[in-house]
């Protein structure tokens, strides 16, 4: 994009070479005024008026091509540090931004040990990196007051799914996978199985009920008992056989 005036009015002759970097403050950052979309911002800079705001500034970024790569755009207030293309004040570029006494860090090192690495969004969405030893975990949550969160624990070989209500957790060390829900777990699928080497148990407080639109097999290579201790019914609506090579009953 061709860039003729000075910003602040001043015309182009006098434009002077800037050398290092200067701080600024993010002054717009709307992607339907970016002239390119390419997610550029304003900057005003303390050694001129308020009002006066520099050309569109790219900002740098950790990747960025066709599409993908990755998108932080400075918030309309942030503190950046800002170069200029050959020194020329018509080509800002944001290099990066800085907490202030006013915005301060999500964490800070207070015990000087160093531990966290985080990204946290203004709603309060967090991706933390923990990285004390004995305790290594990777949390990721979204900011609500109830968040949603998955938690992986390294020592503890733990991976963690909490909603809030419901939780998943897939145990490492302990060899099993725990599902806790508040109200129900569905399964469906064409197809279910469900198979173990030793044992499989199914309980309820209250009611089991097993049912099919067409057929129902039970089957033992060796004892096959069924017992209750109220009342017991077998019931057919068609024929009904009791069938063994010794049939005992009561």
Request: aromatic letters at 6%.
């Amino acid at each position: 994009m061709e860039r003729t005036e000075f910003f602040g009015g001043e015309p182009e002759d006098d434009i002077s070479k800037i050398q290092g970097l200067m701080v600024g403050q993010v002054a717009a950052n709307s992607g339907k005024e970016d002239p390119e979309t390419i997610g550029q911002v304003k900057v005003t800079f303390p050694f001129r008026d308020k009002d006066d705001e520099s050309w569109w500034a790219r900002v740098a970024t950790e990747m960025a091509s066709s599409d993908y790569g990755t998108w932080f755009l400075p918030e309309v207030g942030d503190e950046v540090v800002v170069g200029f293309e050959n020194g020329d004040m018509r080509y800002p570029v944001v290099l990066g931004s800085l907490y202030t006494g006013n915005k301060k860090p999500p964490y800070n090192n207070e015990n000087e040990e160093n531990n966290h690495r985080a990204i946290k969004s203004r709603y309060g969405h967090l991706l933390d990196f923990h990285d004390k030893d004995g305790k290594e975990k990777i949390t990721l949550k979204t900011g609500a007051d109830t968040p949603r969160k998955l938690l992986m624990e390294d020592k503890d070989e733990k991976i963690t799914l909490d909603d809030g209500t419901n939780t998943i957790v897939m145990d490492g060390k302990g060899g099993k996978i725990e599902i806790d829900a508040d109200k129900e777990i569905s399964l469906t699928s064409k197809k279910i199985k469900l198979e173990a080497d030793q044992k499989v148990d199914i309980s309820a407080k209250q009611e089991v009920n097993v049912s099919a639109k067409t057929k129902i097999e039970v089957s033992s290579k060796g004892q096959l008992k069924v017992k209750t201790s109220g009342m017991g019914k077998i019931e057919s609506s068609g024929i009904l056989q009791i069938k063994g090579s010794l049939v005992q009953i009561n």
